[in-house]
């Protein structure tokens, strides 16, 4: 293969590899996106299942609790997003981090090629020069994998952390309530008192959640969030100072 024909291949293989990376980030956002969405659905669907099972026990009417079963939903999800938007700021700066340092990579393996292409009919005195900047420009591609590397263990910590922390905040430690067991005598003495304190002790149930329950959700929430945002800024300022690490690298080689 003569170096026309290497030159084209070495452009082909630059573009595989560009399409090949561009799947893979896909993939690994669509994988982050699904699992966060099915966290979020499961914690959702265990709280609707519990309030509605409390009805359901007091042998109340769901549609006369359909509206604060709602609210008390819609106030749980508002503090999962809250979860997931401090974990989404995260993921999607380490994301963009490894883009550019892919894009990089690939920038320098153009370089490449173009300071091979330029060698040709070169005195001795350019030609060191040309080689130097070429073996500086390799090293530069091969230190930037340490941030790729980085920001892929980073974006596998991030989905675990958040499944970590939605069980954690999120532990519905409330009871399932059996509905159909025990003997005649129980049910008809359940029935009996579900007549006259049925609702009373329903709405005691529902008002618990959302002032006890809730309040304190949030608050471990808020805990957690303060954390990610803490996390955050200490991975970003880190990888600032990889990069800046390898372009003094870069100029020390070149100089």
Same mark, same amino acid.
Not at 121 to 136: F, G, S, V
Not at 205 to 225: A, C, F, R
């Given at each position: 293969m003569? &170096?026309?024909?290497l030159? @084209?291949?070495l452009?082909k293989?630059?573009?595989?590899f560009?399409?090949?990376?561009?799947?893979k980030?896909m *993939?690994t956002?669509a994988?982050?996106?699904?699992?966060i969405?099915?966290?979020?659905?499961?914690?959702?669907?265990?709280?609707?299942?519990?309030l509605?099972?409390q009805?359901?026990?007091y042998?109340? /009417?769901?549609? $006369?609790?359909k509206?604060?079963?709602?609210?008390?939903?819609? &106030?749980?999800?508002?503090?999962?997003?809250?979860l997931?938007?401090?974990?989404?700021?995260?993921?999607?700066k *380490?994301?963009?981090?490894r883009?550019? !340092?892919?894009?990089n990579?690939?920038?320098i393996?153009?370089?490449?090629?173009?300071?091979?292409?330029?060698?040709q009919?070169?005195?001795d005195?350019?030609l060191?020069k040309?080689?130097?900047?070429?073996? !500086?420009?390799?090293?530069?591609?091969?230190?930037?994998?340490v941030?790729?590397?980085?920001?892929n263990?980073?974006?596998n910590w991030? @989905?675990e952390?958040?499944e &970590? /922390?939605?069980?954690?905040?999120?532990?519905n430690?409330?009871?399932?309530?059996?509905?159909?067991?025990?003997?005649f005598?129980?049910?008809?003495r359940r029935?009996?008192? #579900?007549?006259?304190?049925?609702?009373?002790?329903?709405?005691?149930i =529902?008002n #618990?959640?959302?002032?006890?329950n809730l309040?304190?959700?949030?608050d471990n929430? $808020? *805990?957690?969030v303060?954390?990610?945002?803490?996390?955050?800024?200490?991975i970003?300022?880190? =990888?600032?100072?990889?990069?800046?690490?390898?372009?003094?690298?870069?100029?020390?080689?070149i100089?």
């Amino acid at each position: 293969m003569d &170096k026309n024909q290497l030159l @084209i291949e070495l452009e082909k293989n630059l573009k595989e590899f560009n399409s090949i990376e561009e799947k893979k980030s896909m *993939i690994t956002l669509a994988i982050y996106e699904k699992q966060i969405n099915e966290l979020k659905t499961q914690k959702i669907q265990e709280v609707q299942n519990y309030l509605s099972n409390q009805v359901n026990f007091y042998e109340q /009417d769901i549609k $006369d609790y359909k509206e604060n079963i709602n609210l008390t939903v819609k &106030k749980y999800t508002e503090e999962i997003d809250k979860l997931i938007k401090s974990y989404d700021y995260l993921y999607i700066k *380490i994301f963009k981090n490894r883009q550019e !340092a892919v894009n990089n990579q690939t920038m320098i393996t153009g370089n490449v090629i173009q300071l091979v292409e330029n060698k040709q009919n070169k005195k001795d005195a350019e030609l060191k020069k040309i080689n130097n900047q070429i073996i !500086a420009l390799l090293q530069k591609k091969v230190n930037y994998s340490v941030i790729v590397e980085e920001c892929n263990a980073r974006l596998n910590w991030c @989905i675990e952390s958040f499944e &970590k /922390d939605i069980q954690e905040v999120f532990e519905n430690k409330f009871y399932q309530i059996e509905l159909y067991k025990g003997s005649f005598f129980e049910k008809l003495r359940r029935k009996i008192l #579900n007549i006259f304190s049925g609702k009373k002790k329903l709405l005691e149930i =529902l008002n #618990n959640y959302k002032k006890e329950n809730l309040k304190q959700i949030s608050d471990n929430n $808020d *805990i957690k969030v303060i954390n990610i945002i803490s996390i955050t800024t200490g991975i970003l300022k880190q =990888l600032q100072n990889v990069e800046e690490q390898i372009n003094s690298q870069y100029n020390e080689a070149i100089s």
